[in-house]
């Protein structure tokens, strides 16, 4: 259902994807490894166009743009189809954990105001933050933020939900929390493409698993082909590192 097809993208002279091409099914979660500045997160930003791939094909769904030529018309409407889950959470500093969940859904999806309300508030306590519908990011913990981050992203029932190393910024206490509710997201169904170093998790709730490596993929396959029996040296030497 999403299918990437020869992506490329240069930042000035430095190539960061070099063709890259990656099916995702629906229900599927699929967990993308590699190391620092192998083109992650470029590739997620791609999904999303908040970078324009050079070239290459996107497909979500029926929809379909190629890359090259690209109006603006289509690039808000691929906008729609994915949600990001950023790093550094990126929520509104002066708004409450409710209005952050609600911005979208009433500024971009037009939905009325207690529709919005009533959704937010049921995503933000399943999320665990029931308590704290009116707090502002600045009372919330880290990890309590980025549990808004994800009600953000759920709320909008994007046909992806694109996670972008969820916890790489939080006090190692506070990982768990966050994981175990990315763990109940994926046992709905919802589709999920997860940059993560976390090796534990990558393993319990990928369905597939891409490693890459300067701006391409190396190797892909089942959690236990990837984890247990890698091909590639460079899968190899990087699980070594990290594991
Ligand atoms: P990863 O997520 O695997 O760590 P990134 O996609 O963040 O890798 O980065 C890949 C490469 O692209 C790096 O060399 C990085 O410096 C470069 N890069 C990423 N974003 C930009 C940008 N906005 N401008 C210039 N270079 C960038």
Redesign the pocket.
Known sequence: MIKLSNISKS??Q?Q?LKSVDMTVNKGEVVVIL??????????L?CLNYL?KPNSGEIVIGDYRVDCKHTTKKEIHALRQKSAMVFQQYNLFKHKTALDNVMEGLVIVKKMPKEEAKARSVALLEKVGLGEKLDSYPSQLSGGQQQRVGIARALALEPEVILFD?PTSALDPELVGEVLTVIRNIAKEGITMIV?THEMGFARDVANHVVF?DG?MIVEEGTPEQIFHHPKEDRTKQFLKRIT
């Open positions: 930042f000035g430095n960061v590699g190391p620092s500045g192998s083109g992650k997160t470029t590739l930003r970078e190393e940059v890459m701006g």
